[in-house]
């Protein structure tokens, strides 16, 4: 079956625009991660939706970051401003969530490359 | 607060000899850890996970992880190394009670022929 899907692949764009990256996950998950993978902090938790509970948005590095999933399946990761140092990988995951288990797998998608100059 | 710590940035092996992937963790319970790979332009796979079942998991490509609370590690094995090993490796925790994953830095393994 299909994957998790994001797009565009590659985004380049000029400081201070506002982007956004879209992710399609896997059909039938209820859970979405996004995460940012960039040479200098590695691989970093970003926002995660779980059904119609309320986003953990712990990671998000500032208020110009924001993510909305709509009708409980794609996802949008919207970046306002954008600094050379949102430069990155930006890589969605999602996972098929069964109460009571220890491990859901989170399955990636294959991400898109922000370059900001 | 859940961490994971790779020990080397870059490992380098020749084919068909073996690989170890060093990771050490910190949990303030028992973790959920796991090892991802990510092959140059492709999305991260997962390798294998521990949730607290056998200490000696099997994942796939014929690598295994041993979790071991003493040495609190849980290094990445294969008894022979094959060219398309080459890639990127993290190991991971799971946060908690929560569902978001820890990387470590990654391992970047080499493989010469």
């Known amino acids: 079956g299909a994957g998790v899907s994001q797009s565009p692949s590659n985004k380049v764009t000029e400081k201070g625009k506002d982007v956004e990256l879209r992710c399609d996950p896997i059909s039938g998950h209820t859970a979405l991660y996004w995460y940012r993978q960039s040479l200098g902090q590695g691989l970093e938790f970003l926002i995660y939706f779980q059904g119609n509970s309320a986003p953990d948005k712990s990671g998000l590095p500032s208020d110009r970051f924001s993510a909305e999933r709509t009708g409980g399946s794609v996802s949008t990761l919207t970046i306002q401003r954008t600094q050379q140092e949102d430069s990155a990988v930006y890589l969605c995951?999602?996972?098929?969530?069964?109460?009571?288990?220890?491990?859901?797998?989170?399955?990636f998608g294959p991400g898109t490359r922000l370059t900001v100059l | 607060a859940q961490s994971v710590t790779q020990l080397d940035s870059h490992v380098s092996v020749s084919e068909g000899t073996p690989v170890l992937l060093r990771c050490n963790y910190s949990?303030?319970?028992?973790?959920?850890l796991f090892w991802y790979v990510q092959h140059p332009n492709k999305g991260l796979q997962l390798l294998l996970k521990y949730t607290s079942a056998a200490t000696l998991v099997k994942g796939i490509n014929g690598f295994e992880a041993e979790f071991k609370k003493s040495e609190t590690s849980f290094h990445l094995t294969k008894p022979s190394a094959h060219m398309s090993d080459a890639a990127e490796y993290f190991c991971?925790?799971?946060?908690?009670?929560?569902?978001?994953?820890?990387f470590g830095a990654g391992t970047r393994l080499a493989v010469h022929p």
């Open positions: 991971v925790v799971r946060s908690g009670g929560y569902n978001k994953l820890i």
């Open positions: 949990s303030s319970y028992s973790p959920s």
């Open positions: 995951a999602s996972s098929l969530e069964i109460r009571g288990s220890r491990y859901n797998e989170q399955f």
